[in-house]
């Protein structure tokens, strides 16, 4: 029997609001939660959330290097990169210049943490 429902996954950043609205816009999930310095994000059926936290003094961190580590990325599956890529760089990501692999693309959210865009 599991503990927990549904897990929760909380990404600290300079911006609740803003990275809770590039990621809304990315995964096609609601702004469900509104209060500041903290923003969730879920889909229409309710079975995930992602939050956002506002926390002073936030360091970006460093891909590929660790000189401030990334601590966690999301890997997001996509029909094509190319259409993918263009939809992230208008959603305001960045495209990482260390490209790794050729079946998926990293690129940084607009507070810095790295994302993949990967192939089904």
């Known amino acids: 029997m599991a503990i927990a429902k549904h897990p929760s996954v909380v990404i600290d950043c300079p911006d609740a609001r803003a990275l809770a ?4 816009e990315l995964l096609g999930w609601e702004v469900s939660n509104e209060e500041g310095d903290w923003m969730d994000i ?12 506002q926390v002073d003094a936030y360091q970006a961190p460093v891909w590929p290097g660790q000189t401030i580590p990334q601590q966690m990325h999301f890997d997001v599956v996509v029909e094509d990169l190319d259409e993918a890529e263009k939809a992230v760089l208008a959603l305001g990501a960045s495209k990482a ?10 690129f940084l959210d607009p507070a810095g943490h790295p994302f993949c865009l990967c192939l089904s």
């Open 21 to 24: 609205n590039f990621y809304g």
């Open 42 to 53: 879920r889909p229409a059926d309710g079975s995930n959330c992602i939050s956002f936290q």
């Open 97 to 106: 210049d260390h490209q790794p692999g050729e079946t998926f693309r990293v």
